[in-house]
């Protein structure tokens, strides 16, 4: 058998894992090797006594999904001895170490790790985490095995996450994309009461901690305090591999919306969506006729729940409901909006003889409910299941994690490429007012209800027949 040689790629893969900050993040755009640059990582230690590295995604279908960590994780490490375990929770185990692959979809999940000493944190799209989970698993990076703790991230481009301004520096604030002659370069930070202090020089920085008596007592100096942190820039065209491989994946990200585009081909930081660049209505084509069931192949409706009546003093929420077909040919049609506001029971009432006149339409009609992960929210969806199971009407919940503007992207780049046509009805107006107010500042608008829904709806289409645990699925 040939030796397999396990190296990084020349260029920034290669500063990356040679890096010596307390933290390094690393990429920008897609296709840049990323997470395999994080799974190598540990390797540097692996041979250590007592040694550990845990990796963190925001939830675990994203660990398990085909081709993703777990996957590749298992090609990587097993020719290297170790033995990978998925149960009770996802592990590599080598002789002297092991790393672990762990989830932390809730900010509350953070503090199942209090106590803990973790050496190495690595951090599969950073981006997907706040800032809150970010510093208290600082707090958690201790080791006593003889390597000095560090922390390690991937990221792509999110104008509106901390981590963008945490990174300015190495960002052109003008133009959005990364400064060449920064990347790689170490800078110093130290975090007091909260706020983030930087320099070029880490004694500078020093000056400004205070040690307390019990510090000084301890002997530990000012300089123990400040963070060394670098940021790496890389993209599709540093992963030589990829481009040689599957240069297909160059074309699809060259396909994307320009938005899109600039973010995950070009690394744009500063680059997003205003109001009315969501959706437009001139990306609508209009019909007046629904397809024959013999080519409808998945009918879905999603539901964005709320609680209260309208009144005279308030002007709360709707419960919204948006049908969505897609078709033989692969075209998406949104058939139907149901827009009400009403409390619980009657709520539950409509959407259950709803979800009976879209199966007299299409029997493999389908309702799909967002489950929010409060108790409360959990025990209302498991209620509505079971009464839409006792009615023979098909039904799939999901969890949701992700911010609006994020699952609302697949269905806006959906409509923006000509791919989504509407139902003519008196509901259009409405829907399309919605739409164009929709942008990534909640404030822009009033109401969201039916962009939920027809997100939930466009999204869980995406997945029919795919095999997923529904009941397991957080993120689409």
């Known amino acids: ?256 919306p320009n938005v899109e585009k600039e973010q995950l081909l070009y690394g744009n930081w500063k680059i997003k969506r205003s109001k009315g660049e969501y959706f437009r209505r001139h990306w609508f084509r209009f019909i007046d006729s629904l397809p024959p069931a013999h080519v409808v192949r998945s009918c879905i409706r999603g539901w964005d729940r709320a609680a209260t009546e309208k009144t005279t003093d308030n002007n709360p929420d709707y419960t919204a409901g948006v049908l969505l077909i897609k078709t033989t040919d692969n075209e998406y049609i949104i058939a139907d909006v149901r827009r009400f506001r009403e409390r619980p029971a009657k709520r539950n009432a409509f959407m259950l003889e709803t979800a009976r006149q879209d199966a007299a339409m299409y029997k493999n009609a389908r309702t799909v409910l967002e489950q929010d992960p409060g108790q409360a929210g959990i025990t209302e969806v498991e209620q509505l299941v079971k009464e839409y199971t006792a009615a023979n009407l098909l039904i799939d919940k999901v969890r949701v994690s992700d911010r609006k503007v994020t699952r609302a992207l697949p269905l806006s780049a959906a409509c923006e490429n000509g791919l989504v046509t509407i139902l003519r009805g008196a509901w259009n107006e409405a829907f399309l007012q919605e739409l164009e107010a929709f942008s990534n500042d909640p404030r822009d608008y009033t109401h969201d209800d039916q962009i939920d829904a027809a997100s939930c709806a466009y999204n869980r289409i995406q997945t029919t027949g795919s095999g997923y645990n529904l009941d397991a699925l957080t993120s689409i």
């Not at 375990?85 to 989830?103: G, L």
Request: hydrophobic content about 35%; overall charge neutral.
């Open 1 to 256: 058998m040939p030796e397999r040689i396990i190296a990084p790629q020349k260029g920034a893969q290669e500063t990356f894992l040679s890096s010596s900050a307390d933290i390094a993040i690393y990429g920008g755009s897609a296709g840049s090797g990323k997470s395999f640059s994080l799974l190598m990582e540990p390797l540097h230690y692996v041979h250590v006594p007592g040694y550990n590295a845990t990796i963190f995604r925001r939830t675990n279908p994203e660990i398990t999904a085909p081709g993703g960590l777990w996957d590749t994780a298992n090609d990587l490490y097993r020719p290297l001895g170790a033995n990978l375990v998925a149960s009770p929770t996802m592990q590599a185990k080598f002789k002297e170490s092991r790393i672990d692959f762990r989830h932390l979809q809730h900010e509350k999940d953070v503090y199942s790790w209090q106590g803990s000493q973790l050496c190495t944190i690595l951090f599969d799209e950073l981006t997907h985490f706040s800032k809150e989970v970010f510093f208290y698993l600082l707090s958690r990076n201790r080791s006593t095995c003889g390597v000095a703790p560090y922390v390690r991230g991937t990221c792509n481009p999110d104008p509106d996450h901390w981590l963008s301004e945490f990174m300015s520096w190495y960002i052109d604030q003008d133009t959005g994309y990364p400064i060449p002659e920064r990347s790689g370069k170490v800078r110093y930070f130290v975090r007091l009461d909260g706020e983030v202090l930087w320099s070029g020089q880490k004694n500078v920085l020093a000056r400004s901690v205070d040690l307390s008596v019990e510090d000084k007592a301890q002997g530990l100096s000012a300089e123990s305090m400040v963070k060394s942190f670098t940021f790496i820039s890389a993209s599709i065209y540093d992963n030589k591999i990829l481009l040689k491989q599957n240069p297909g994946y160059l074309a699809n990200l060259k396909a994307l």
